[in-house]
């Protein structure tokens, strides 16, 4: 056989695709077996592909990976080339199914038999997952290269399920708020506020504006518009938002979580956006800039987290191991422009990423945010309105 | 034209000069129209078509020819995978409702005119609900007997078997949801053909002494067999195509549609949808023009088509 | 023997289509748990609760009504030129209007997504010197082009038997008696193809009225059709009661909806052998 076809041979056996023995055989190497075994790391090492990441995590040895992991998470949220060197490393494709808000994702867990393997939840969600047992307690000594201590307590604790246990049901992925974006090559007025989002939306920016496909972001900024609690379960208080987003659906643009494509093409000026986006698309248009409304709005953490039952399990485990190396962590976000929680990978991000305000806003804009509540997730009164809303 | 043989008559010089032909006018309107409406529905095809080939990143570019898009798609697991599905889940829904639509609708011939229109009502509703509401009532209803099942069945499976099989939404379940709706739509294709059949055919050949079974086989199966063909390509074709209700209850699966919808939500869209799509187009333009080569020799060889083969018209 | 004949068909219709939409009529008088879901209830409230939902119902019924009305504008000119006119090419033209039928439902949509898109048409205007640039996407004309250009075929093949059948000499005694085109048309032409016209609204509109891909694709999550608000109140409002006791609303619209138009036809469709 030739070269290639051995390194290939010698990949499914470290992958454990396929057992020693098989490979001795395949690769007629019988008699010299104890020799390979003993040169193994030097022979492995010369015949994995030589990128940059590489060194830094290898998959765990004599676990079949299998070829398929099915990710759930959200738009623009992955660096496609991070994704691309895990298949590297472990020839398993990674496949994306991409929602823009936890309701979905909870809608077709509660419904059953997705097939999913790895989940990007949201700090609210945990509650309900966990009593709906939709997701496995973290095994982390599958997890080797988390290590809890270097996470910021506030992002990484809604993960314990119960609260206050040491069962964890997510480790940290990232961190950001939810607000808008503004090209403002086209929409010159500077704004500030929700109040400017959602009375220039009706007015001069009309069939300009986009808001999420999501009620609690959507729902949530409407009531800060009016000064009320993001999470606010109130029916006068949420009466009242109901009244502005019905007040502005005629004149948005799209109601949709998918706001980069508009933007970008310029059919849409101004959308609800998270910080991430923010940061790719001022990235590649200047004139768009991340606004955080003066009222408040949210603070969020998300996390990947392991859905019990999945099918590819093992896989998954090595996804997550793989994601909480610091080197990968920190070269994802430079991607997608989400702050992250290890401060190992933090100590890793170039300079203008740390001095990046749509990241890191400044305190007098971050302290009025508020972190989303599990009751905000579920209310049948927000979730009621938003159907209304959009049937209207 | 038959018009112009009862116009009055009128000289024919006079008729050159002065006269025009009153269709040519008419007929430019009409060709127009028709030029219009084909243009209509081919621009976006011939759109498709034309990105598959295109060199570019994304499917609404046209940078340069090439043929990347094509090896691409078909290098993507996803892809194969996902034709893979649909084509096993379109033969077995084909296959599954033209045999029992078929048999339910020479059964149905027999029956009490009662309970006629009960399996008529049935397959009425089968065909006017909409595929939303199929598709979330039949999750449900899958869910629910599984989940019901599901600790019956490891509850009494031996041991030495390992461990017991738990039934789960997948390729079964899609073909079951898909085949409702097919098998009606058999159902109502064969009946009408049933309807419009000669009867005295079958009689005769009752007459001379056939077994049933032989008049089913050599009188009414092939004068049924359009129909039957018609129906086994509409039902594969409806469950090749099919979205919405594959979606609620595909499970695990992916079927093509599945894989073309997530992939068109997620802009900006890989050319490689253009290259599936143009090269089911090609095959299906085969098999039609294949379907209407036999055809033709077919029907020469039979000679000058009966009343009872003209039922491909129809359809 | 008959009975056995009838098995599996019996089986399929009790157990996926009967008991589904039984357990969707339980479940419409249940109520929604706390975290989503269903909870059993004997209760009518998820159908007093539809009304607030009639917005999307109204959507659905105006825009399908429509649609149909342009496909049969669209349709009718076209059947007659190719019954009457076409000779030899009709059965080539005719594959040629059921072909695109045989394309992805998804990539032609997908395929106008980017024609009524920003770098499709708009665009094109644009550049022709209108400004500022015209959004054709996320309205109630996208959507409706985008339903009369899946369902079009549909209302073509009725209509096309029908005027096929047309005993031609009829059109010829009328323009005898001395009726012009138009009249004759209106007259007698019109009437003896009423079946067809009937049976291609049917087919169109029924299923315009569970369509939930186009307006999804096309609308932007503006438009919204009975469908759409069925699949979000299972999908992401996560209220199973009312969306179930949504969708029985659908499904009663539906079959009076298709009742009426049957019941018009009842006369004349003895003897039209259309797809219906």
Redesign the interface.
Known sequence: MDRTQFQKLYLDYERGRIDRRAFLKASGLGLAAAVLAACAPGAGASTKPTAGTSSDWAPPKGVNLGDTLNLTTWPNYHDQATLDKFTELTGVSIALTIFGSNEEMLAQLQAGSTGWDVLVPTNYTFETYGQLGLLEVLDLSKIPNFVSSRYEARFLEPAHYPAGSSDLLGISKDWGTTGYVVNTKNATKPMTSWKDFFDMAQGELSGKVMIHDYQLTSIGNALKYHGFSFNSVDPNELAKAEETLLAAKPHLFAISSDYQPPMRAGDAWVAMAWTGDGVQLNRDIPDIKYIIGSEGGEIWSDFFAVIAGAPHRDAAYAFLDYMAVPKVMAADAAFHGYPIVDSAGIDLLPAEFKNNPIIYPDEKLLSPLEFGAAVTLTDQNRADLWNRVKSA | MTAGTLAPKVPATTRRRRIPNPGLGADRVFRAHSGLVFLFLYVPIGLVVLFSFTAGEHAGEMRGLSLRWYGAAFENQFVTRALSSSLQVGLLTAVLSTTFGTIAALALQRVRPRLRAAYDTLTYIAIVIPGIVIGIASLVFFVNVFGFLNPLLAGVWPSELGEAPKLAPGLQTIVGAHTVFAMALVIVLVRARLAGMDRTLGEASADLFATPWRTFRQITLPQLSPAILASFLLSFTFSFDEYVITSFVKGNVTTLPIYVFSSIRRPPVKPDINAIATVILAFTLLMLLSGWLIYRRGARRAGPPSAATDATADV | M??L??V??TA??L???????G??IV?SLGT?T????YAPGLTLQNYADLP??W??FQNTLTLALIGTVLCAL?AY??A???AT?AGQKRTV?L???I??????????T??????L???GIPSLLQTLGVEP?P?F??THAAVLLGIV?NY??LMVFPLY?SLERLD??L??AS??LGAN?LRTFFQVTLPLTAPGLVSGALLVF??M??E??IPS?LG???I?FV??????????????P??SAA?IG??GL??LT?TVYLRLTRVSSQRD?S??
Do not use: C, H
Not at chain 3, 99 to 108: G, Y
Not at chain 3, 228 to 240: G, I, P, T
């Open positions: 008959t009975a004949l009838l599996p068909t399929w219709y157990f996926l289509l009967v008991v589904p939409l357990i969707l479940f929604r706390d975290v989503g879901g607030t939902r917005p999307a669209v000119p076209l007659y030129y190719l006119r033209l594959i040629l209007v072909l695109p039928f045989w394309t992805s439902f998804l990539v032609r997908y395929a106008w997504l980017q024609i898109g920003a770098n640039r959004v996407l996320n250009y079009l075929p038997v031609k000499r059109i010829e323009k005898d085109r029924i299923p009225m569970g939930y891909i694709i932007g999550g503006k919204y469908g759409n608000a069925l699949v979000d109140l299972y999908l992401q409002s996560r209220n199973w009312l969306g969708a659908l499904i539906v079959v298709a052998v797809l219906l």
